[in-house]
């Protein structure tokens, strides 16, 4: 049993060494026992009352723990440290250092020291404590929320939680290791310090040359190569003391130059195959909607590559979203008053082929955990992952870069961050930028995701891994419903948009954020014990083709609308839905659709004063020329997920906007028009 003044001389020992702490000499790097200077009130001891070596290298992200072996002919001892490694803590029962450290670099000069009540002591130290990772994860804030600012120009701070939450794939060294995958884009930086480890031999592919295409893909121009900082947001190697890191930083990748080509439809269909595990697709087409019918040849490829590739468990498709909620509000269309909702409706046009189940489609949160501005919304979204803002006011991501100072998002003379334009210390070579963002950087999130899951479970089919992310995604913005027009364009009686739906089955589902942000870790644990390739093979009914006239008025500025009504009879349980109508109207810009299920589950395909108003052509002095009706137009919805689809089926068709505004913008005023037919097409088992 210890005395009261061996008690006593332990609390004013504790207390002292706060203030004497100070005083110890700092030598860099130094091992082994050590005695403390002369200054230092107590006696070095004769025997030494610890032993060991200390670790002298942690992980990134991985937890360190160190503690001296104690003498076990004594007792009683109290430790006390210097120059403790901020992400650690100390034990003073048993010196035991304890940490995960975030940062990569050195931590010098630390000191453990073993005292008795009599004020007799032993240290070990200094060492020092190197931390092996990647210097720029550490204000990566999609990958771990500490509340970074990513070296934006505000260096406003992301809030604390909002990620992907990968921590503990991370911790159990899941890193993809083995899964390949294609970056179909501007090109590729084959070479990049942070991305040639991980690139595949031989099966990169150049579309400007000709068939079989392989080759280097290139870097798609000087100010920036797109590919380049997808593929480092998927797979951008770990532990290398460079960079950040990829989500699956051991995959295996390939880049298409498909974006730098011409583009053919025989181009178009070679990019959605090969040998490949999972696509990432991260582009879309311009905003101008002059058509919404569908692609059929690309279609089929992609239906191809789900019933075949992987061994016929089908590729993984992953597709961005767009980047068109607000691209109508820039200053170029200053006279435009329906800016805000461009894209959101979902279609062929600006998303190559999300009208299908074939493609999981991304949109894109800020590090406030809510959809980012710019990020095209609609009933046809699966999931949502991180893409940032545009890193001037707000995070947007940090990834890799083509080239060096000369060439690339960051180089000598950029101007829209401080860490892109060279003069950042950390950033000073221009391999790396901050500023990358979009669903563009969204759908990479997806893919490396994906990369993950299936390392986890290898056997699992393309639409098991649908499955268990719409399972697990995170339900943010959660007070997000009844929205209204971003610019006050409301139908008196009609709701815009419901924000978070539950359907029959359960499911939550929003058009901003479809199921919800991806839930990496909990993907992976879903993955680990599901049944791979469980359901009954996809099916699906079309129910109503557009041969059976309805021949319906619509009528103007009404909430009322007109309704249809279909009755499916086949027993499905919902994978997804598909609409096609044929609509006449003189302005489709009016026009806003929602589908009603068995259930009751209302899902809005089109929202009414939509993006269809923005006119066809760059000649601003002219009369618009806005898109004409609505002839086999397609559109999905994943709302009614899990759902079985029997019974009644109801389309409203309803016009949002009556008498002009008074604008060159808004010339056809009091437009009525007709829904000709409609047919719905379920997917399901």
Not at 28 to 47: L, Q
Request: aromatic share 8%; hydrophobic share 35%.
């Amino acid at each position: 049993m210890h005395s009261a003044k061996g008690w006593y001389l332990q609390l004013t020992l504790l207390s002292l060494l706060v203030v004497m702490a100070s005083c110890v000499p700092s030598p860099k790097k130094a091992t082994g026992s050590k005695t403390k200077p002369e200054s230092f009130p107590g006696t070095v001891s004769i025997v030494p009352l610890i032993s060991g070596n200390p670790l002298g290298t942690a992980i990134q992200d991985h937890v360190y723990t160190y503690a001296p072996t104690p003498n076990p002919i004594v007792g009683g001892l109290v430790y006390t440290v210097s120059n403790l490694p901020p992400w650690a803590e100390f034990n003073t029962g048993n010196g035991q250092i304890q940490g995960t450290p975030r940062v990569a670099g050195d931590f010098d000069n630390i000191r453990i020291t073993a005292w008795t009540s009599d004020l007799e002591f032993t240290e070990q130290g200094p060492f020092s404590i190197h931390i092996i990772g990647d210097p720029l994860k550490e204000h990566a804030w999609h990958l771990h929320n500490m509340g970074q600012d990513a070296f934006n120009n505000s260096a406003s701070k992301a809030t604390v939680g909002i990620d992907i939450n990968m921590n503990a794939s991370i911790l159990e060294d899941n890193t993809g290791l083995g899964i390949r995958v294609a970056v179909s884009d501007t090109g590729l930086e084959l070479l990049h310090e942070d991305l040639a480890d991980n690139v595949l031999a031989n099966i990169s592919k150049d579309y400007n040359t000709a068939p079989p295409f392989f080759g280097d893909p290139g870097v798609g121009g000087v100010s920036g190569d797109h590919g380049t900082s997808v593929a480092g947001i998927i797979c951008a190697r770990a532990y290398n003391e460079i960079g950040s890191r990829g989500i699956a930083p051991d995959c295996g990748l390939a880049g298409l130059n498909f974006l730098s080509s011409g583009q053919t439809t025989a181009i178009l269909l070679d990019q959605a195959q090969g040998d490949y595990d999972i696509w990432n697709y991260s582009y879309g087409t311009s905003f101008y909607p002059t058509h919404l019918n569908t692609d059929e040849a690309y279609s089929d490829q992609l239906k191809f590559g789900v019933d075949t590739l992987r061994g016929n468990k089908g590729a993984i498709y992953i597709k961005s979203a767009g980047n068109s909620f607000r691209e109508c509000e820039s200053s170029f269309f200053a006279g435009f008053p329906m800016g805000g909702v461009c894209h959101s409706h979902n279609s062929m046009h600006g998303n190559v082929g999300g009208e299908t189940p074939y493609l999981m489609v991304v949109g894109a949160t800020n590090a406030a955990g809510v959809k980012a501005s710019y990020s095209s919304t609609g009933s046809n979204i699966w999931i949502s992952a991180p893409g940032g803002e545009f890193g001037v006011d707000h995070p947007a991501i940090i990834t890799t870069d083509e080239g060096d100072c000369t060439s690339g998002y960051a180089r000598v003379g950029a101007t829209d961050t401080i860490f892109n334009s060279s003069n950042q210390t950390e950033n000073s070579r221009c391999r790396y930028t901050n500023s990358f963002n979009g669903t563009s950087s969204a759908a990479p999130m997806v893919s490396g995701g994906s990369a993950l899951v299936l390392k986890a479970n290898p056997d699992l089919t393309w639409r098991d891994v649908k499955h268990i992310f719409a399972s697990t995604a995170v339900k943010l913005d959660s007070s997000s419903a009844n929205l209204e027009h971003p610019y006050g364009l409301d139908l008196s009686g009609h709701t815009y948009d419901d924000g978070w739906v539950t359907n029959g089955a359960g499911y939550s589902f929003h058009n901003h954020y479809g199921f919800g942000q991806i839930n990496i870790d909990a993907a992976v644990a879903m993955a680990k014990t599901y049944a791979a390739n469980s359901w009954n093979p996809q099916t699906q009914t079309n129910v109503g083709t557009l041969t059976t006239t309805v021949a319906l008025a619509i009528p103007d500025n009404s909430a009322t609308g007109v309704t249809s009504a279909k009755v499916v009879g086949t027993p499905i349980i919902i994978e997804a839905v598909q609409v096609r109508v044929d609509i006449t109207h003189g302005r489709v810009g009016d026009v806003g659709l929602e589908l009603t299920s068995p259930s009751g589950t209302k899902s809005v395909l089109l929202n009414v004063n939509n993006s269809l108003l923005m006119v066809t052509d760059f000649d601003f002095n002219a009369v618009p020329e806005f898109p004409a009706d609505l002839d086999m137009a397609l559109f999905q919805s994943n709302a009614f997920y899990g759902e079985s689809a029997v019974g009644t089926w109801s389309l409203k068709v309803i016009d949002g906007l009556g008498p002009s505004t008074g604008t060159v913008w808004d010339v056809a005023s009091s437009t009525t028009g007709t829904l000709n037919s409609w047919g719905i097409n379920v997917y399901g088992h």
